[in-house]
C-alpha cells in the first residue's frame, strides 16, 4: 500500500509541487512505518500467547525471532501471571503454575539438543550448546527463581559445567598485567557471564559446588592451578558485582507490595501432591473438574475439591494458607530487617 502510494506521488509529483510532494511523501513513509511497528508489535504479543499456551512453542521457527527480544521472556511471565490469577480455585492455580514453569525448563533445555550436544565433539557441539546456553539464559530472564529447576534440569541432562561453559585456558588471560576480566572472560568461558548477571547464585554450578555450601571467596580457589584459579576468580567477581549470593536477585519479591502481579502461587504438601497426582494422571478419570478449572465450579467435582479444603482437614487448610502468607510476606523488606525467609 505505502509503495503504491509512493509511486502515485512520484508519477503526479510536477502537479503537486516540490513542497507538497515533500510533505506528502514524509507522511506516507510515517504511515508505513507506523503499520510496521503495529505489525510487528501484534506478532510479538501473539507469540507471548501461544507461549503461554504452548511452552514448547518457543521452540518454533514462527515464534524464535521475537522470542531472542530481551523483554520477550519478562512479558511472557507478566501475561502467564494474569492468566494464572484468573483461576479462582488455588490448588489448581498452584498446580498449573507450577506445570507450566517444568514445561518451560523443559522446552527450553530439551532432551534432543542436550543427548546431541552430550554425544557430539567439541566442534559439531557448538550449535547445541549455543541453544542450551541461550535456553539457560532465557530462563534466568524469566526472574521467577528459575535455578533449581535449571541446575537439576542440567544434571538429569548429564550435562556438566565443564563441557556447557568450557574454559579456554590460556596463559595470557591471566599473565598480563592490563588484562580486563569481564572482555577476556567472554573469550575464554563465553556465556557465563551473561547467566551470572541474571543469577549470580549460578556460581555454584559453574564452579561445581554444592548451593547449600558457603559462598566462596578469592581464598576458596587457592588451591587451583593459576589458569584455572583466574577463570574461577573473574567469575566470582562477575557474581559479586551483580549481587552475590542473594536469592532476591533472580526471584524477586512478588508480594502485593512489590508487585501489582501478586505472583505465583506455590502451594506444597501432601494433599497438594495428591491433587497435582490425580489431574496429571492421565490413565484414569480425574476427580477434579478440569473443564471450567478456572472458577473450579464446573461441576459438582469441582465443588467438592473446594468442600475438602473449607470443612475439616486442617492440614488441607493449612497448606493453603501457609502458601498465601508466603505470597504475601515482603521478603525484600523482611532482608532489610535481616530475617533469612527466602
Given at each position: 500500500m505505502a509503495h503504491a502510494l509512493q509511486e502515485c506521488l512520484d508519477d503526479n509529483a510536477e502537479k503537486l509541487g516540490s513542497g507538497l510532494y515533500k510533505d506528502l511523501s514524509d507522511l506516507s513513509m510515517k504511515i508505513a512505518q507506523q503499520y510496521e511497528e503495529s505489525q510487528d508489535d501484534?506478532?510479538?504479543?501473539s507469540c507471548v500467547r501461544v507461549v503461554s499456551a504452548i511452552p514448547n512453542a518457543i521452540n518454533s521457527s514462527a515464534v524464535r525471532y521475537h522470542a531472542m527480544e530481551d523483554d520477550f521472556m519478562e512479558a511472557l511471565v507478566n501475561y502467564k501471571v494474569k492468566e494464572l490469577r484468573k483461576i479462582q480455585n488455588p490448588r489448581m492455580r498452584s498446580a498449573?503454575?507450577?506445570?507450566?514453569?517444568?514445561?518451560?525448563?523443559?522446552?527450553?533445555?530439551?532432551?534432543?539438543?542436550?543427548?546431541?550436544?552430550?554425544?557430539?565433539?567439541?566442534?559439531?557441539g557448538?550449535?547445541?550448546?549455543?541453544?542450551?546456553?541461550?535456553?539457560?539464559?532465557?530462563?534466568?530472564?524469566?526472574?521467577?527463581?528459575?535455578?533449581?529447576?535449571?541446575t537439576a534440569r542440567l544434571?538429569?541432562?548429564?550435562?556438566l559445567a565443564s563441557k556447557l561453559f568450557p574454559a579456554t585456558l590460556d596463559s595470557s588471560c591471566?599473565?598480563?598485567?592490563?588484562?580486563?576480566?569481564?572482555?577476556?572472560?567472554?573469550?575464554?568461558?563465553?556465556?557465563?557471564?551473561?547467566?551470572?548477571?541474571?543469577?549470580?547464585?549460578?556460581?555454584?554450578?559453574?564452579?561445581?559446588?554444592?548451593?547449600?555450601?558457603?559462598?566462596?571467596?578469592?581464598?576458596?580457589?587457592?588451591q587451583k592451578p593459576p589458569e584455572m584459579k583466574w577463570i574461577l576468580n573473574a567469575l566470582l567477581d562477575i557474581a559479586n558485582e551483580h549481587?552475590?549470593?542473594?536469592?532476591?536477585?533472580?526471584?524477586?519479591?512478588?508480594?502485593?507490595?512489590?508487585?501489582?502481579?501478586?505472583?505465583?502461587?506455590?502451594i506444597v504438601g501432601e494433599y497438594q501432591e495428591m491433587f497435582e497426582k490425580t489431574l496429571f494422571n492421565?490413565?484414569?478419570?480425574?476427580?477434579?473438574?478440569?473443564?471450567?478449572?478456572?472458577?473450579?465450579?464446573?461441576?459438582?467435582?469441582?465443588?467438592?475439591?473446594?468442600?475438602?479444603?473449607?470443612?475439616?482437614?486442617?492440614?488441607?487448610?493449612?497448606?493453603?494458607y501457609d502458601a498465601y502468607n508466603r505470597a504475601n510476606v515482603c521478603r525484600a523488606a523482611a532482608k532489610k530487617r535481616k530475617f533469612d525467609i527466602c
Open positions: 501484534a506478532e510479538f504479543v498449573m503454575g507450577k506445570a507450566w514453569k517444568k514445561d518451560m525448563v523443559e522446552s527450553l533445555l530439551d532432551s534432543y539438543s542436550a543427548q546431541a550436544f552430550v554425544k557430539a565433539t567439541d566442534e559439531g557448538q550449535p547445541y550448546r549455543k541453544k542450551l546456553q541461550d535456553g539457560v539464559l532465557k530462563l534466568f530472564k524469566m526472574k521467577i527463581g528459575m535455578l533449581e529447576s535449571v544434571d538429569d541432562l548429564g550435562i591471566y599473565l598480563h598485567p592490563f588484562t580486563d576480566k569481564k572482555e577476556l572472560l567472554d573469550l575464554c568461558m563465553p556465556g557465563a557471564k551473561e547467566c551470572l548477571a541474571l543469577e549470580p547464585r549460578f556460581l555454584y554450578w559453574l564452579t561445581e559446588s554444592a548451593t547449600g555450601e558457603a559462598w566462596p571467596t578469592a581464598h576458596s580457589f587457592a549481587g552475590g549470593n542473594d536469592p532476591l536477585i533472580n526471584s524477586p519479591c512478588m508480594c502485593m507490595q512489590c508487585s501489582q502481579s501478586g505472583g505465583f502461587i506455590d492421565v490413565d484414569v478419570v480425574p476427580c477434579i473438574c478440569t473443564y471450567s478449572y478456572d472458577s473450579g465450579a464446573g461441576s459438582s467435582n469441582g465443588w467438592k475439591v473446594w468442600s475438602q479444603d473449607k470443612k475439616g482437614m486442617p492440614g488441607a487448610k493449612r497448606e493453603i
